[in-house]
């Protein structure tokens, strides 16, 4: 039969703005939080990471927030490029059972 | 460091053959891990394998299996292609299980199933 394409949430943004793109995530027991950024024809690029123990991080024009009291993750481009256009995923991980989920990704749409 | 490479990168077969996709980790990661991406089911994870032995396995069919040599390099194979098979592969590698480490992914293999 035929499948339904994955209906990817699209953030459109103009150029010079800051983007947030947001994440809830499933598992109680994720420790370990990452964003990747996936640019069409190419796979997945790591961003930035986040521990549990941490609920802020920054990165060059990136910040990862960690919320765990209501299970969400977002991620904080400053400045969006052209070169930001892209999809860009969320992924927890669990270090006691060594399980990676992808969530289902976001599509960021720079404007010029 | 050289990042992950995957090989081939385009691979066109029919219904009923099998295929074999082959990835070598960054140098010095022991993990692999191989994941399906479609536009209708996203990136689903495969299986994971660590110094040679396959630790997690997702929900696929028998018809996928894979394996990891002594050098950590990984191959994946799927046997009586189906047409939805069609998907880009991709692996990814980490120095340790992921789930607590960061995973770098290759640019993948695009398997089109006719």
């Known amino acids: 039969g035929e499948s339904v394409g994955l209906h990817l949430p699209t953030l459109s943004v103009q150029e010079g703005d800051n983007s947030i793109i947001n994440c809830a995530y499933s598992?109680?027991?994720?420790?370990?939080f990452i964003w990747y950024k996936q640019e069409s024809g190419k796979g997945p690029q790591f961003i930035i990471d986040?521990?549990?123990?941490?609920d802020k991080r920054q990165g060059q024009r990136v910040t990862v927030l960690l919320n765990k009291t209501v299970k969400h993750l977002s991620l904080q481009i400053a400045a969006t490029q052209p070169g930001d256009s892209a999809v860009y995923f969320c992924a927890e991980a669990d270090s006691g059972t060594y399980k990676y989920i992808f969530g289902t990704g976001t599509r960021l749409k720079v404007l010029a | 460091k050289a990042g992950v490479t995957q090989t081939p990168r385009y691979l066109i077969k029919t219904r009923g053959q099998q295929v074999t996709l082959s990835c070598s980790p960054i140098?010095?990661?022991?993990?692999v891990s191989w994941y399906q991406q479609t536009p209708g089911q996203g990136l689903q994870f495969l299986f994971e394998y660590f110094s040679e032995t396959q630790r997690n396995k997702g929900n696929f069919p028998g018809r996928f299996s894979g394996r990891q040599f002594s050098n950590s390099r990984s191959e994946m194979n799927v046997s009586t292609l189906e047409l939805g098979d069609s998907a880009l592969y991709l692996c990814?590698?980490?120095?340790?299980?992921?789930?607590?480490?960061?995973?770098?992914f290759g640019p993948g293999t695009r398997l089109l199933v006719l």
């Open positions: 140098s010095g990661h022991r993990s």
């Open positions: 598992n109680s027991a994720s420790d370990y």
């Open positions: 990814a590698s980490s120095k340790t299980l992921a789930g607590g480490e960061t995973q770098y």
């Open positions: 986040i521990r549990s123990n941490m």
